[in-house]
């Protein structure tokens, strides 16, 4: 059973930076591409940041460039870090392992969420 437990979440203001953990049960890296999605009041779940097996990532064009998605094998944790929040970032942060094929990514275990809020 894989277990992900996410932390780092809170508020910020606009401008400002935060850093996203999540804590797998085991080792899983060699097993599932990592992703992070994101789901806003009243807005469909998107993918916002993935690390595929082979070590490539993919970033969602609203974040491109602002966020990062990293991870520490030896913790057995994935991170987003998020520079220049804006008030549109404001959403529920998922962690999810899952597999990709060709393009196309479906996520099979999800964390609890942690709450992201941008505001002034």
């Known amino acids: 059973q894989v277990q992900l437990a996410e932390s780092g979440g809170g508020l910020v203001q606009p401008g400002g930076s935060l850093r996203l953990s999540c804590a797998a049960s085991?080792?899983?890296?060699?097993?599932?591409?990592m992703a992070w999605h994101r789901q806003a009041p009243g807005k469909q779940r998107e993918l916002v940041a993935a690390?595929?097996?082979?070590?490539?990532?993919d970033y969602a064009g609203s974040v491109k460039g602002r966020f990062t998605i990293s991870r520490d094998n030896a913790k057995n944790t994935v991170y987003l870090q998020m520079n220049s929040l804006k008030p549109e970032d404001t959403a529920v942060y998922y962690c999810?392992?899952?597999?990709?094929?060709?393009?196309?990514?479906?996520?099979?275990?999800w964390g609890q969420g942690t709450q992201v809020t941008v505001s002034s």
């Open positions: 690390w595929r097996r082979g070590g490539s990532t």
């Open positions: 999810n392992a899952g597999y990709y094929s060709g393009s196309f990514y479906s996520p099979q275990h």
């Open positions: 085991g080792t899983i890296f060699n097993i599932y591409a």
